[in-house]
């Protein structure tokens, strides 16, 4: 069983930065591959990022491409998002994801999930 902890959240103003993390529990963490979902009130879930085990390739839904960087530090358990240039539109509740197998896009593909962080970017 595998546990993952989001933190890092807060209230920003519009253009500017916060990083996440999600610190996981257990051994088996750099076999897995991590993503980055986020939900705002009213809408689906959506898939944010997401990088392999090795940390060797990431994905990104384009409304964040270019302004939000995923990586992970596996000696530590640890996968991070760091968002610049925030907007109101990324204001949500944060998870983090882990699966075993290939990266994917889509949340029913993941095996395990954190709580969530919120994030709110205020205009």
Known sequence: QVQLVESGGGLVQAGGSLRLSCLASGRT?????????????????EFVASITSSGGTTDYADSVKGRFA??????????????????????????????YGL????????????????????S
Request: hydrophobic letters at 30%.
């Open 70 to 99: 995923i990586s992970r530090d596996n000696a530590k358990n640890t996968v991070y998002l760091q968002m610049n240039s925030l907007k109101p539109e990324d204001t949500a509740v944060y998870y983090c994801a882990g699966r």
């Open 29 to 45: 963490f750099r076999s897995y591959v991590m993503g980055w979902f986020r939900q705002a009130p009213g809408k689906e879930r």
């Open 103 to 122: 990266w994917s896009r889509l949340g029913n593909e993941y095996d395990y999930w954190g709580q969530g962080t919120q994030v709110t970017v205020s």
